[in-house]
């Protein structure tokens, strides 16, 4: 099983990045997949999710500028991040849960079984 986060790079507050989660040794369909982050001296937080039945999460904080998505041949899981602010700085990491997602439960790191090394996503101008 192997989830690999890329696409992290330098944007100016208000520029866009897609990140990247390459997937492999397992069928994405049967998994949920998240998007979390972590700060220096700050907890991971979960930032998105996605089922294959399309249900998705997203943490309060990037409604509206943030979009998850699948691709069909199921082998990669994006997160467009759009109107980024120096908040959003932090190492994002992919993972995969085996726990239909919930309200409740969706951002618990716990629920989440396999990690990909992070990319590191800087916002500054």
């Known amino acids: 099983v192997q989830l690999q986060a890329s696409g992290g790079g330098l944007v100016q507050p208000g520029g866009s990045l897609r990140l990247s989660c390459a997937v492999s040794?397992?069928?994405?369909?049967?998994?949920?997949v998240g998007w979390f982050r972590q700060a220096p001296g700050k907890k991971r937080e979960g930032v998105s999710c996605s089922s294959v039945d399309g249900i998705t999460y997203y943490a309060d904080s990037v409604k509206g500028r943030f979009t998850i998505s699948r691709d069909n041949a199921g082998t990669m899981v994006y997160l467009q991040m759009n109107s980024l602010k120096p908040e959003d700085t932090a190492v994002y990491y992919c993972?995969?849960?085996?726990?239909?997602?919930?309200?409740?439960?969706?951002?618990?790191?716990?629920?989440?079984?396999?990690w990909g090394r992070g990319t590191q996503v800087t916002v500054s101008s």
């Open positions: 993972a995969r849960s085996g726990y239909y997602p919930k309200t409740a439960t969706w951002d618990l790191p716990e629920r989440y079984s396999d």
């Open positions: 040794g397992f069928i994405l369909d049967d998994y949920v």
